[in-house]
C-alpha cells in the first residue's frame, strides 16, 4: 500500500494556479485578478515592491560577476555576448554577434530619425555627420571640410619631405637614389 503524503507537491500547486487562472482568480489570495493577469491588483503592487526592493539590494552583485564574467571572456578571445564563439581578432565579439549589434544599432538609427550607415556621404549627405552637404555630389558637409582640412595641414607639417616615412618609402620603392633626392635628403 502506498502512502500518501500530505505535504503538497509541485504538480498540486501547478493544477491549483492553472484552475484559478481559468476563473480569473488571484492566485495569491483568490480573489478577482486584473483582465489577462495572474494577481489582482493589490497583489501584483505587492510582487513588484518585492521584485524592485531584491533587485537593488542585488544590484551590486550582479553587476560585480557581469564584470568578472566580461573580463574573463575577453582575457581568453571568447565572444563576451554569447559566450560560445571565438571573439574576431581585436574585437570582443564574434562574427554573428557582430553582424547582430549591427542591425540593432540601424534599427535604433533609424527609430531616432538618423540616417542608416549606408546613406552617408552618397552626393547628398556629410559622410561624417550625415548633414546635407553643400552641393551635389560632396561628400562632406562644409563643417566636416573645414575641419578635415585644418587635419590634413596639420599632417603635412608634421611628415615632409625629410621625414622618416619619406626616407624609408624612397629606400624601399624608389630604387636608386638620384642627385637631387640626395641634395634635398630624402635619401
Known sequence: MKAVSKVPTSEYYKERRDWLKKYGLCINCKE??????LYCFECAEKASARSRR????HAQEKNERSRNRYSRLKESGICVRCGKRQAEKGKA????CLAYCRIRDEKIRREKGLLPMEMR???YHCA???RSVEKAGDKLCPACMQR????????RGHAGRNSRW????SRIFGGECDEKKRHDGAC
Request: charged share 35%; aromatic share 4%.
Open 54 to 57: 531584491y533587485h537593488q539590494e
Open 32 to 37: 478577482k485578478a486584473e483582465p489577462g493577469k
Open 121 to 123: 556621404g552618397d552626393g
Open 166 to 169: 619619406d626616407r624609408d618609402n
Open 148 to 155: 578635415n582640412r585644418k587635419l590634413a595641414d596639420n599632417m
Open 93 to 96: 565579439h564574434c562574427s554573428t
Open 128 to 130: 561624417i555627420c550625415t
